[in-house]
């Protein structure tokens, strides 16, 4: 029997030999799977639709790295794809997966002067909103200005309370600079400043600074909680359940980690609603061959835009405390809210009003970042978490863990200390802050509805409503006649790389987010300025007719 995986380095689809009966569990049951790469064992179709034994090339690779060189006998190198850290090669991240690579290729071959049927590549794969266009919000980069070059404090061009925020900041670095090592778990007056942000958007629920942990991003954070949470070996190795579609960072960590991945799925006729039904079938199913330890939910959603209710999240609360899960709440886009009749309630004040029957046992970690919201500043790479009923001695080696790297980034860190404590109305920089932070948020509303009325024009394209975060996730009907012509690869990766060979476009195919089983996807950024995602949206229209009519 063999077991197959849609490689997406690749595209290409990979067969190989069924796993040991110990790991079995681990490596079969996962929807979609850790992706496998290449190894000994391992035959390839191409996309010739032939297969490739790589057995053979290795062999004849080692062969040629030990021949003679100029008289003098060479060897092999130590590190090789069959000596590597398997873990390693498993994992996949199809955000920046070959789609990326192929779209990095075209603009060089477009400043070389290669002629292509469009002048430029839109990357719409990927929530980078500076990359997009999107201009940064002034006060924040006035402060990290002065807190990046401290001479500019002396400059009168700077209001007097962005230069306040810089000296706050400063004054709580090692020698007054951000050049410096921070504690490991974050500036302590950041931390503070966190834990009120906190207590404050959520109704004066309190937060405890020490339980605040600041991170390069939130993606550190996940991964950081992750590490603490895996264990055991065998049908006792932890299983982390995921939403499908999910964000990959996910599947990239469980298998990086080797943890059991259980899927389940959003529905998808339900505006990617999540149902405890669902979570409860793939809760029993993973029993049969793992721990079930860890619950995983993106909310506003990533890649499929949904806003849970409150409903929602108590229904979840309450399956995490019956069935003894440890929640992960990553809650990234709670600004990112554009429905009528959607608002963001976090997991946190959810739990503690539901009483101490819940608020004081269910364990729990929530996640926030500064690079999506409003303020879009990815590069910076800042962000935290709060840790809810943790064991103590597992807090100790919490703070072990992260202190192995030494520190967040200070300039993450003090952007985000700007984000949690923003302009108050009786400062100078309030009003051209909420000015600039209500248009960004505004202007990404109306794209977000723009683009589902736009897509559900086109016959074989049916798209959801953005209700939030960045994303839209359509579904697209594919002929069987390009099903076919995909030979091995996945049809939407075949229908993506033809739409930014034939317009430019760089989306992100759905079989990289996972999805249901005969049906195809992709993920598109609605961050383009408006203009420009209206070009996208046309190109995108254009070419899904004249695909169909080619493969029908």
């Known amino acids: 029997m063999?077991?197959?995986?849609?490689?997406?380095?690749?595209?290409?689809?990979?067969?190989?030999?069924?796993?040991?009966?110990?790991?079995?569990p681990a490596r079969c049951h996962c929807v979609p799977p850790p992706l496998c790469c290449v190894s000994d064992h391992t035959a390839v179709r191409g996309v010739d639709g032939k297969h490739h034994n790589n057995s053979n090339n290795n062999n004849n690779?080692?062969?040629?790295?030990?021949?003679?060189?100029?008289?003098?006998?060479?060897?092999?190198k130590l590190l090789t794809l069959d000596n590597m850290n398997p873990k390693v090669k498993r994992v996949e991240y199809a955000v920046r997966g070959p789609i990326v690579q192929r779209a990095v290729q075209i603009e060089k071959e477009l400043r070389e002067g290669v002629k292509k049927p469009f002048t430029e590549v839109i990357k719409a794969n990927i929530g980078d909103a500076h990359a997009m266009g999107q201009k940064p919000i002034t006060f924040l980069r006035q402060v990290l200005a002065l807190c990046s070059y401290p001479e500019l404090l002396k400059d009168n061009q700077f209001p007097e309370d962005a230069k306040k925020r810089a000296q706050r900041i400063l004054e709580a670095c090692g020698g007054h600079s951000i050049g410096a090592y921070s504690a490991s778990q974050g500036i302590e007056c950041i931390r503070h400043d966190v834990a009120h942000f906190i207590?404050?958007?959520?109704?004066?629920?309190?937060?405890?600074?020490?339980?605040?942990?600041?991170?390069?991003?939130?993606?550190?954070?996940?991964?950081?909680?992750?590490?603490?949470?895996?264990?055991?070996?065998?049908?006792?190795?932890?299983?982390?359940?995921?939403?499908?579609?999910?964000?990959?960072?996910?599947?990239?960590?469980?298998?990086?980690?080797?943890?059991?991945?259980?899927?389940?799925?959003?529905?998808?006729?339900?505006?990617?609603?999540?149902?405890?039904?669902?979570?409860?079938?793939?809760?029993?199913?993973?029993?049969?061959?793992?721990?079930?330890?860890?619950?995983?939910?993106?909310?506003p959603g990533n890649p499929t835009g949904q806003v849970q209710s409150r409903q929602c999240i108590e229904d979840v609360i309450r399956f995490a405390k019956e069935e003894n899960l440890f929640l992960m709440a990553d809650e990234v886009y709670q600004d990112n809210v554009y429905a009528e009749g959607c608002q963001f309630h976090s997991f946190k004040k959810v739990l503690f009003e539901?009483?101490?029957?819940?608020?004081?046992?269910?364990?729990?970690?929530?996640?926030?970042s500064t690079s999506k919201c409003y303020m879009g500043e990815c590069g910076f790479r800042g962000g935290y978490m709060e840790v809810i009923n943790m064991d103590p001695e597992v807090k100790a080696q919490l703070t072990k863990l992260v202190s192995v790297r030494l520190c967040p980034p200070v300039p993450g860190q003090a952007l985000l200390d700007l984000v949690v404590n923003p302009p108050q109305p009786?400062?100078?920089?309030?009003?051209?802050?909420?000015?600039?932070?209500?248009?960004?948020?505004?202007?990404?509303?109306?794209?977000?509805?723009?683009?589902?009325?736009?897509?559900?024009?086109?016959?074989?394209?049916?798209?959801?409503?953005?209700?939030?975060?960045?994303?839209?996730?359509?579904?697209?009907?594919?002929?069987?006649k390009a099903i076919d012509k995909a030979k091995g690869q996945v049809p939407d990766m075949f229908y993506c790389m033809k739409l930014l060979e034939e317009e430019g476009?760089?989306?992100?195919?759905?079989?990289?987010?996972?999805?249901?089983?005969?049906?195809?996807?992709?993920?598109?950024?609605?961050?383009?300025?408006?203009?420009?995602?209206?070009?996208?949206?046309?190109?995108?229209?254009?070419?899904?007719?004249?695909?169909?009519?080619?493969?029908?």
Not at 2 to 19: A, D, F, R, W
Not at 67 to 72: I, K, L
Not at 437 to 455: D, G, H, S, Y
Not at 513 to 529: A, K, S
């Open 61 to 76: 690779n080692n062969e040629m790295s030990q021949q003679a060189m100029n008289g003098v006998p060479q060897r092999g």
């Open 2 to 24: 063999e077991c197959k995986y849609v490689h997406t380095i690749t595209g290409h689809l990979v067969l190989t030999s069924p796993p040991q009966a110990a790991t079995a």
């Open 426 to 480: 009786d400062e100078p920089s309030y009003a051209t802050f909420m000015k600039e932070r209500t248009a960004v948020l505004a202007a990404l509303a109306e794209k977000a509805k723009l683009t589902e009325q736009i897509f559900n024009t086109v016959p074989g394209i049916t798209c959801n409503p953005v209700q939030g975060a960045m994303y839209t996730f359509p579904r697209i009907s594919l002929p069987q």
């Open 199 to 299: 207590e404050k958007r959520d109704g004066g629920i309190p937060s405890n600074p020490d339980n605040i942990y600041l991170s390069t991003g939130a993606s550190d954070a996940i991964v950081t909680i992750l590490k603490l949470l895996v264990s055991g070996e065998g049908r006792d190795r932890t299983g982390v359940m995921i939403s499908i579609p999910q964000y990959p960072l996910y599947s990239a960590a469980l298998a990086e980690l080797d943890a059991v991945q259980i899927s389940y799925y959003l529905d998808e006729d339900k505006c990617w609603s999540l149902d405890v039904k669902e979570l409860r079938r793939a809760l029993y199913a993973a029993r049969q061959h793992c721990n079930p330890r860890v619950l995983c939910i993106i909310n």
């Open 505 to 552: 476009i760089c989306l992100v195919p759905g079989s990289g987010f996972g999805q249901r089983e005969g049906t195809f996807h992709f993920r598109m950024t609605i961050l383009p300025p408006t203009e420009k995602l209206k070009l996208v949206l046309k190109k995108i229209k254009d070419f899904h007719l004249r695909f169909t009519k080619e493969f029908s």
């Open 354 to 368: 539901m009483g101490p029957e819940y608020s004081s046992k269910v364990e729990m970690a929530s996640f926030h």
